[in-house]
């Protein structure tokens, strides 16, 4: 006979930022092994006073995963900063595999190239220095990108999206980061540049015919945020 059980529910205890990166290292230490490459890239990042917003180490393990798993043999990044997510995707790359990052800072393209090359990945990944939606739009679209990132200034993000869609093959992944914010993105009494950049790209997503998105939020050494799908019709 089945073991009865109780019908009584518990009010689940209220968690933190602390237990949520608490979870992410916990995680990690079974699944990511500790990496002297990505580790010095973050150091260098921070040396030279660039902002501690790179993705986390799960999140790039995420980015990884998936372009291998699309056998992804062109990546398009928005936003290189150090290039610690970028130094992530360029692993994913077969050898005859291209890699493209957009960085508007040249300070943050100059950290990123020393940490590419520390990670053997220069002959792959090209950095173009630049505004985002300026590059993006002098890219041809005659060869497609397999798989997109965008990680730049939020109130961009539909400018960005909308070049990502003329540049990405059928059946590719665009991945946009940093939509949830703490909740903030769906509470009506919230807003800021960044919180309406995310707004107006969910706004221009609905009803659009060119692809088939969703978000997934996410908790960890982040906080509580998350990041749109979305794959090209």
């Known amino acids: 006979m089945a073991q009865q059980i109780s019908s009584g529910k ?16 916990y995680h990690n230490s079974f699944l990511i092994p500790q990496d002297s490459v990505l580790d010095a890239a973050l150091k260098n990042s921070a040396a030279n006073d660039l902002p501690e917003i ?8 995420f980015l990884q995963l998936h372009a291998r798993a699309i056998q992804a043999k062109r990546i398009l990044e928005v936003g290189t900063l150090g290039g610690y997510s970028t130094i992530w995707l360029g692993r994913a790359l077969p050898e005859d ?6 960085e508007i800072s040249s300070k943050h393209a100059k950290v990123a190239e020393e940490n590419l090359s520390n990670a053997g990945l220069s ?15 002098e890219l041809p679209s005659e060869k497609k990108f397999d798989f997109i990132f965008i990680d730049a200034d939020k109130p961009s993000n539909v400018k960005y999206f909308t070049e990502a ?3 990405i093959r059928k059946g590719g992944v ?6 949830v914010r703490f909740g903030r993105v769906a509470d009506p009494e919230q807003s800021d540049p960044n919180i309406e950049g995310v707004r107006s790209l969910l706004n221009a997503l609905k009803g659009d015919k060119d692809v088939d998105a969703t978000t997934i939020a996410t908790v960890g050494e982040k906080a509580y945020d998350g990041f749109i799908y979305a794959i090209r019709n």
Do not use: F
């Open 174 to 179: 665009i991945i946009v980061d940093n939509v």
């Open 54 to 61: 790179a993705v986390s180490v799960s999140q790039g393990k």
């Open 97 to 102: 595999g291209e890699l493209i990052t957009l």
């Open 123 to 137: 002959s792959k990944c090209k950095i173009i220095v630049g505004p985002g939606h300026e590059s993006m739009v």
């Open 10 to 25: 518990q009010k689940p205890k209220a968690t933190t930022i602390e237990d949520w990166a608490r979870s992410d290292v």
């Open 165 to 167: 869609k003329r540049l």
